[in-house]
T-cell receptor, first 110, second 115 residues
């Protein structure tokens, strides 16, 4: 099954760009996702990318996918304090459930 | 967009009692629903997968007699924690998937505290 690894913590200053990285083991996923979880809340789907794409941009968010290296990244431009949260990049194989890594806790310093 | 409603958002119950958590897909039919559990500062751990009209598939180590899952319709799945103990205290989150593969929508979670 899918296994996801990501760094646990990231701290950036307000207004700077944040880059959150994920590596995954299974390359059969059709879609790759980025979810945001604020304290005590559920998960919010931020964006997703088709596995046959290299890049997807959605306002302040840019997703880069390197299938060869099994590497996925999320860039947040002009990071705001409201972006402070835990970010997950779950994967799945075909129709299986999403498998979550430990998440990256993004702290934005004002 | 796809919306999943989960309630209650918070519940406190006494040891030995049962608690039911509901997960509803509001504007789409959820052929499959998933139940996760999350401990503080931990990742989401999949508990079980439920398909409408059939028995849930539980992950290894999850007691099916303790965590009863019912998915009686395409818009509703319930998780009942039976004979709750303090160690069952956790954050429970449901997820529903519609027809499209990208449609993994999550509920807002339920904070269960067993005293």
């Amino acid at each position: 099954g899918e296994d996801v690894e990501q760094s646990l913590f990231l701290s950036v200053r307000e207004g700077d760009s944040s880059v959150i990285n994920c590596t995954y083991t299974d390359s059969s996923s059709t879609y790759l996702y980025w979810y945001k979880q604020e304290p005590g809340a559920g998960l919010q789907l931020l964006t997703y990318i088709f596995s046959n794409m290299d890049m997807k941009q959605d306002q302040r968010l840019t997703v880069l996918l390197n299938k060869k290296d099994k590497h996925l990244s999320l860039r947040i431009a002009d990071t705001q304090t409201g972006d402070s949260a835990i970010y997950f990049c779950p994967g799945n194989s075909g129709n299986t459930p999403l498998v979550f890594g430990k998440g990256t806790r993004l702290s934005v310093i004002a | 967009g796809a919306v999943v409603s989960q309630h209650p958002s918070r519940v406190i119950c006494k040891s030995g009692t049962s608690v039911k958590i509901e997960c509803r897909s509001l504007d789409f039919q959820a052929t499959t629903m998933f139940w996760y559990r999350q401990f503080p500062k931990q990742s989401l751990m999949l508990m079980a997968t439920s398909n409408e009209g059939s028995k849930a598939t539980y992950e290894q180590g999850v007691e099916k007699d303790k965590f009863l899952i019912n998915h009686a319709s395409l818009t509703l799945s319930t998780l009942t924690v039976t004979s709750a103990h303090p160690e069952d205290s956790s954050f429970y989150i449901c997820s529903a998937r519609g027809q499209e593969n990208y449609g993994y929508t999550f509920g807002s979670g339920t904070r269960l505290t067993v005293v």
